[in-house]
């Protein structure tokens, strides 16, 4: 198969993910209606800004590094409660670097699987099919490491797994009609 067409779909799905992505966290009212808010936000930002050194994740208790007392005690607090999982930014948002960021990231995963899914002798829609499967498996063991371990509550994973299935879905519309040949498969 032409690199071309490769680059092409890759190029076509990543920008279908990406304005998948936006309308379903800008538009869409679901990704917000699974975060919560906290009183004081003003107090609570000024005390992570004061208890975090740099940039970077935070464990709420610390994580049990230590040995003997040390460790138990923090195993304690963790099982008693609350616990968090909070990624802090101490520093300025750039919104151009973070859309950058995710431009490259959504490209750089539709030129993964338009590379498989090239691989692959299947119909238009076992291509869409399998591009699914790829979805929920990339979803499952990424989203649910934060539901097991993080205390992400079931809907927001939930809700992020989906919307990845979803996003994925409509970008293996497009690669797959671009790059199903007659030699590798026939149209469904």
């Avoid at 009183?39 to 000024?46: G, I, P, S, T």
């Avoid at 520093?91 to 692959?120: H, N």
């Avoid at 979803?139 to 919307?163: C, R």
């Amino acid at each position: 198969m032409a690199v071309r067409r490769i680059v092409l779909a890759a190029l076509v799905g990543g920008v279908i993910s990406f304005l998948w992505s936006g309308l379903s966290w800008e538009v869409l009212p679901w990704h917000r209606a699974q975060m919560s808010t906290v009183r004081n936000e003003a107090e609570l930002a000024k005390l992570l800004g004061d208890s975090v050194e740099h940039d970077g994740v935070v464990l709420l208790p610390n994580p049990p590094g230590h040995q003997g007392a040390e460790r138990k005690a923090s195993l304690d607090r963790m099982l008693e409660g609350p616990a968090a999982f909070v990624a802090v930014r101490k520093g300025s948002f750039d919104m151009g670097t973070m859309f950058a960021k995710e431009i490259v990231r959504q490209l750089l995963a539709a030129l993964l699987l338009t590379l498989l899914l090239a691989q692959l002798s299947l119909t238009y829609w076992g291509r869409v099919l399998a591009a699914v499967g790829m979805a929920l498996f990339a979803s499952l063991t990424a989203h649910l490491q934060g539901w097991t371990h993080f205390y992400f509550p079931t809907a927001f994973t939930a809700l992020n797994v989906l919307d990845a299935l979803v996003g994925w879905f409509l970008a293996a519309l497009a690669i797959s009609r671009m790059i199903t040949t007659e030699r590798g498969a026939r149209h469904a």
